[in-house]
C-alpha cells in the first residue's frame, strides 16, 4: 500500500488566514494547495492527490461543514482538521465526529502541525 500523498489543501475566505496557514506548512516542509471557498475546492481540487485538508467552517456559500458531507458521499477519505473563529458549541461537536482536530483561530502553530501530521501519517480515522 502506497503512502499518503503529502500535500495539504487549505480552504479558507480569508486571504490572509490563508497565506498564513500555507506558510507555517510550507516551513514544515510540506507542500500545499490553496483554495479560496469550498466551491473553488470542489472545481479544481483532485482529493485523490491530497494528504488531508484543512477547512475554514464558516465560509461563504458551501460550508465546511457541508463540503466535509459532499467529500464523504463520493467515499473519499480525505482527514480534515476544522478551523473555526466563531463558538458553536454544537456545529463543534459535529465536526469532532468526522475531523481529525477542530482549532479556533487564532490556533497554535503547533496546535495545526500536530494535526496535519496525525493525518498525513493515517492516524485520523474516517
Excluded: W
Amino acid at each position: 500500500m502506497g503512502t499518503r500523498p503529502r500535500t495539504v489543501a487549505v480552504v479558507e475566505d480569508n486571504p490572509s488566514m490563508r497565506t498564513s496557514v500555507e506558510r507555517l506548512l510550507n516551513a514544515c516542509g510540506l507542500t500545499t494547495k490553496g483554495y479560496p471557498s469550498a466551491e473553488a475546492f470542489l472545481s479544481h481540487a483532485t482529493p485523490a492527490e491530497l494528504g488531508c485538508v484543512v477547512l475554514d467552517m464558516h465560509l461563504a456559500g458551501i460550508s465546511g461543514m457541508e463540503l466535509r458531507r459532499r467529500l464523504k458521499s463520493t467515499h473519499s477519505r480525505l482527514p480534515v482538521i476544522f478551523i473555526a473563529a466563531i463558538v458553536d458549541d454544537a456545529l463543534e461537536l459535529k465536526a469532532r465526529r468526522v475531523g481529525v482536530a477542530y482549532l479556533y483561530k487564532p490556533f497554535a502553530a503547533a496546535s495545526l502541525i500536530a494535526a496535519v501530521k496525525e493525518a498525513l501519517a493515517g492516524d485520523a480515522t474516517d
